[in-house]
């Protein structure tokens, strides 16, 4: 009967609550005059028979221009309550009004007082029993058994909003608070960490749901470290903001990300510091497109450019952060000019013109070739696009004097092993040599590890293997990296950049490093799932070894030498490294250029270790010149 009752349509239902209401708010009516007088008969309900028949001609009406009726039973919440209210109350004033006007006598005001509690009562309780019943009647058989970490506000307000979504079914609340042990919120128990095991096997718990934005990353890393062991899905929900806006969706629930296995609190950045290079003046991005690219572009619009000139090779990616960048700017920066051109940083003559046109004050330079592999099998476009790219913009820059030139550079120039590391370290040279045989341009470099997010990022591989059932592919069980958030590494190459005094080469602070192995094996933990293994013969994901890429070094450097000092900003260093004279970089740069047109390899990579000692190279001379070998 209550199955055919829900499948009514939903005017019908609206009809049906009204009538209900008109019924049994004059018997609540009625209930109030017999506490009142703590009997009744005839005579004392025709004194009141007016007002016990106004009740429904007052009442529904109220309840319906307050649209209680309109309200979906099962997604009601307690802002119902203030409408409940606030129409009992207006219909209790009618009916005082009403007495008044007919002159009743000897009408008790304590009726109107008790009605209105019974009223609220009634009309309140009615709708949270038929939200609870319709709420088990409409319950998916198939939806996944969770625990919500966190029984503070924004524990609630995920369990109200998981309440009217049947993918979720939450069973139980867990807190380290042990004032809130073993209460009940909206009916589900809120219990202590230390019963996490037992809930999870008593209850089926498939999943936890990390509900806590307003702790530091640390202790976040703490509670899943604690959480991992359980072998159990984990998701968090976002950012404080969500929550202070009032508007935390199921949908707002993600998955575990790297930053939160780092355990990393990001610094305030220095707003002098970011607006220093920036606001009210001319900036170009090159590889503006990229990861690191796109958001510095992202980032440099936040602090109010008079322009922004977006450099890109690819057109595709062009299009796409111009069309991002034009969107945000209606907000963000109205006033800004955002210009995009297509082109490659080897067209020196295009450079200056663009420079001298639009007057750019600062330059960062993020356009490279970073992918190790590729570049180790492909040394000489390695070599033109990072080295001599870096040479010609850096040359258009000082011809059309521009104020300040940043370099993105990468951990992997500090004793490198592959082309890519060599030739970024190569730009390093390149600029710090500028820097000493001129005054009108300072240039600076900022050197930092793994981004998580970038392209060739393992994090989203990984992702990927386990969702498809494994197996994860793994180079060397030792491997070791820093990784950094892409947002965080802008932020502080805008900073950083805004110290350069000239020739300065900034290292960044990356924390701690992660083996990959361990990121990889808590990966699968926290989607709920075992590594197979020996020890675990049972597990669904397999880690398979697949031996290094060329070039690629199982653990990353900042800093080629000890020569390091602080600077203003807890997570920017200053290093102070070995240059070469402009004049003999000069010279050799146009051997090396002559040995890449000519396809000369192996007088390529000699080049490259002169100009580069640490340089050591991992791939042998016939690795180095394969390229070589498949265009015979």
Not at 151 to 156: I, L, M
Request: proline letters at 4%; one cysteine or more; a neutral charge.
């Amino acid at each position: 009967m209550m199955h055919a009752l829900v499948a009514l349509p939903r005017l019908t239902k609206q009809i049906i609550a009204a009538l209900v209401d008109a019924v049994f708010l004059p018997l609540a009516f009625v209930l109030a005059i017999m506490t009142r007088y703590e009997s009744v008969n005839l005579d004392l309900l025709r004194h009141y028979a007016y007002l016990i028949a106004a009740v429904p001609l007052f009442s529904i009406p109220i309840f319906i221009r307050l649209g209680l009726y309109r309200a979906v039973i099962r997604y009601i919440d307690q802002k119902m309550i203030r409408v409940v209210v606030i129409g009992v109350s207006l219909s209790v004033a009618a009916l005082a009004f009403l007495s008044f006007m007919l002159q009743l006598t000897g009408i008790s005001r304590a009726v109107f007082v008790i009605y209105w509690s019974g009223a609220i009562l009634y009309v309140g309780a009615s709708r949270l029993l038929a939200r609870a019943y319709l709420s088990n009647v409409h319950r998916n058989p198939h939806s996944t058994k969770i625990a919500i970490y966190g029984a503070g506000k924004a524990g609630v307000q995920l369990a109200n909003a998981l309440h009217a979504n049947d993918e979720y079914d939450c069973v139980a609340f867990i807190d380290d608070n042990p004032s809130l042990q073993g209460s009940f919120i909206g009916g589900v128990k809120v219990l202590a960490p230390s019963q996490i095991e037992q809930v999870i096997k008593s209850l089926q718990i498939k999943e936890i749901l990390l509900a806590m934005p307003q702790i530091s990353r640390a202790r976040q890393k703490q509670i899943l470290d604690q959480l991992e062991v359980h072998k159990v899905r984990i998701k968090v929900t976002p950012s404080i903001k969500s929550l202070v806006s009032g508007e935390l969706r199921v949908q707002d629930i993600r998955d575990v990300e790297i930053e939160d296995l780092l355990g990393r609190d990001q610094v305030e950045p220095d707003n002098r510091l970011l607006a220093a290079c920036i606001t009210g003046q001319n900036v170009l991005v090159s590889g503006a497109g990229g990861s690191i690219g796109s958001e510095l572009c992202r980032q440099i619009l936040k602090q109010g450019p008079r322009r922004l000139v977006l450099l890109e090779m690819s057109e595709f990616s062009l299009y796409s952060i111009e069309q991002e960048l034009s969107q945000v700017a209606k907000t963000l920066a109205p006033d800004c000019e955002i210009t995009p051109f297509l082109g490659s940083i080897l067209d020196q003559e295009k450079l200056t013109r663009i420079f001298t046109s639009f007057e750019i004050d600062t330059v960062y330079h993020a356009a490279a070739y970073k992918h190790v592999p590729l570049v180790e099998h492909n040394p000489i476009e390695g070599i033109r696009n990072n080295v001599f790219g870096t040479l010609q913009l850096s040359l258009a820059a000082i011809d059309a004097k521009v104020k300040q030139f940043v370099l993105i550079s990468t951990d992997k120039a500090v004793r490198p092993t592959n082309v890519m590391g060599a030739t970024k370290r190569l730009a390093e040279l390149v600029l710090q040599a500028h820097a000493r045989r001129q005054a009108s341009t300072r240039f600076c470099m900022v050197r930092f590890g793994n981004v998580l997010g970038s392209s060739g990022s393992v994090v989203p591989l990984f992702r990927k293997q386990i969702m498809q059932g494994g197996p994860i592919t793994l180079t060397h069980k030792e491997i070791t990296r820093y990784f950094m958030t892409i947002p965080e590494a802008a932020q502080l190459v805008l900073q950083a950049g805004a110290m350069g005094q000239g020739g300065d080469v900034f290292v960044l602070d990356m924390g701690e490093p992660v083996r990959i192995i361990d990121l990889a094996r808590r990966m699968v933990h926290l989607c709920g799932l075992e590594v197979k293994s020996q020890e675990h013969p049972e597990g669904t994901i397999e880690i398979h070894e697949v031996g290094l890429r060329p070039g690629e070094k199982l653990y990353e450097e900042l800093l080629i030498g000890d020569n390091v000092t602080s600077t203003s900003h807890p997570l920017i260093m200053r290093a102070q490294e070995a240059e070469l004279g402009w004049q003999q970089l000069q010279a050799a740069l146009v051997q090396l250029d002559t040995a890449c047109q000519a396809f000369d390899y192996e007088l390529v990579r000699q080049m490259i270790q002169d100009l580069v000692p640490e340089y050591q190279p991992q791939c042998g001379i016939e690795d180095f010149i394969w390229q070589k070998k498949q265009l015979q």
